[in-house]
């Protein structure tokens, strides 16, 4: 069973490139690597997902290593508007496993 | 045009009632699932239907039941709620069951058990 685990919290200042790494050692073949974003008093939403290597979208990119043991999430120039909350999701749905991480919360500095 | 939606959005109780969440999606998504989501922000699955099939039960006690009378709907029934049952309740869809699959999750019931 594939554990996420992630650090607890991380600050930034506005403009800087953030990155956020989420451990799962004992991640399976069919396990995809999803991250989530969560607002105070809101639903998660989806940002990114990979399988390996590197995946990009007009938000953020995913880097995966080789043995998928981790990803690192990256949000390029982030604003006071990216304080949120980061989870990573580890899982292959069908087979019952979906492993949320603990959550990032992600403080941006002025 | 809300694609997850759930009611009610809060829920205050007591200990020892029955109670039920109730989930639509407009997304014509065949994957709908429940999560909790406890005072530490954690995240843990509880259920997952596939086309109104149960395919994912987490250990939950089992005074939760989860309902699917179709597709778009995926109601979460606790009866003799307790203190511990305190938490927020996420409701999401995808298309698929599969891992590599986005979820869409509704905007939560916090349920509060007195």
């Known amino acids: 069973l594939a554990k996420t685990t992630q650090p607890i919290s991380m600050d930034s200042y506005e403009g800087q490139e953030v990155n956020i790494t989420c451990s799962h050692n004992n991640i399976a073949t069919n396990d995809y690597i999803t991250w989530y974003q969560q607002f105070p008093s809101q639903g998660p939403r989806f940002i990114i997902q990979g399988y390996k290597t590197k995946v990009t979208n007009e938000v953020a990119s995913l880097f995966i290593p080789a043995d998928r043991k981790s990803s690192t999430l990256s949000l390029p120039r982030v604003s006071l508007s990216d304080t949120a909350v980061y989870y990573c999701?580890?899982?292959?749905?069908?087979?019952?496993?979906?492993?949320f991480g603990q959550g990032t919360t992600l403080q941006v500095k002025p | 045009d809300t694609a997850v939606s759930q009611t009610p959005k809060y829920l205050v109780t007591q200990m020892g009632n029955d109670k039920s969440i109730k989930c639509e999606q407009n997304l014509g998504h065949d994957t709908m699932y429940w999560y909790k989501q406890d005072s530490k922000k954690f995240l843990k699955i509880m259920f997952s239907?596939?086309?109104?099939?149960?395919?994912i039960n987490e250990t939950v006690p089992n005074r939760f039941s989860p309902k699917s009378p179709d597709k778009a709907h995926l109601n979460l029934h606790i009866n003799s709620l307790e203190l511990g049952d305190s938490a927020v309740y996420f409701c999401a869809s995808s298309q698929g069951p599969s891992g590599d699959y986005e979820q869409y999750f509704g905007p939560g019931t916090r349920l509060t058990v007195t």
């Open positions: 999701l580890v899982g292959a749905g069908n087979t019952g496993k979906l492993i």
């Open positions: 239907y596939n086309n109104k099939e149960l395919i």
